[in-house]
């Protein structure tokens, strides 16, 4: 059994803004942007990874069945 869905589920509003006033605290106004910035195009990498990764299984069982179709 994971921790961590049970650690989110009890988290509210409250906790929440007390963990982003910390940040906030620890990394500064300046750095914040920064963050949010990598945040953002690590995401977007992460997305066309994933896209590509999706489009080569296609790929492959496309391939796979054409190749089992001229076999049979």
Known sequence: MTLLPLLF???GWPEILL???VILLILGPTQIPKLV???KSTRKEIKEAMKEDEEEKKATVKKEETGAAEEA
């Open 9 to 11: 589920q009890k988290l």
């Open 19 to 21: 963990i982003a006033g």
């Open 37 to 39: 910035k990598t945040f």
